[in-house]
Nanobody, 124 residues
Framework: QVQLVESGGGLVQAGGSLRLSCAAS????????MGWFRQAPGKEREFVSA????????LYADSVKGRFTISRDNAKNTVYLQMNSLKPEDTAVYYC?????????????????WGQGAQVTVSS
């Protein structure tokens, strides 16, 4: 069982930056690949980024590639999402997710545990 708690969301102007953190409970954090998803009002939850258990492999949605960076610190049981050059269309609730396995994945069904979400609002 893994419990995930996101933090770091907020309101930022277009072009600004935010860093989301996701703290995981449990001593087996390094056994899980991690992902970030987001859900805007009226839209389905979509993949943003994922990282392997070691941090050596990452995946990004085309819409955030070059602007967002995912990383993890296994000593701190935490995964991060650094978001730069934010756009109004990045406004959404951002969810952290964990899946048993070594590599990240891009679909919701492949993740077993979810956080409660963090609101990110980008004003124009």
């Amino acid at each position: 069982q893994v419990q995930l708690v996101e933090s770091g969301g907020g309101l930022v102007q277009a072009g600004g930056s935010l860093r989301l953190s996701c703290a995981a409970s449990g001593r087996t954090f390094r056994s899980y690949a991690m992902g970030w998803f987001r859900q805007a009002p009226g839209k389905e939850r979509e993949f943003v980024s994922a990282i392997s258990w070691s941090g050596g492999s990452t995946l990004y949605a085309d819409s955030v590639k070059g602007r967002f960076t995912i990383s993890r610190d296994n000593a701190k049981n935490t995964v991060y999402l650094q978001m730069n050059s934010l756009k109004p269309e990045d406004t959404a609730v951002y969810y952290c997710a964990a899946r048993s396995g070594m590599v990240g994945a891009t679909t919701l069904e492949e993740y077993h545990y979810w956080g409660q979400g963090a609101q990110v609002t980008v004003s124009s």
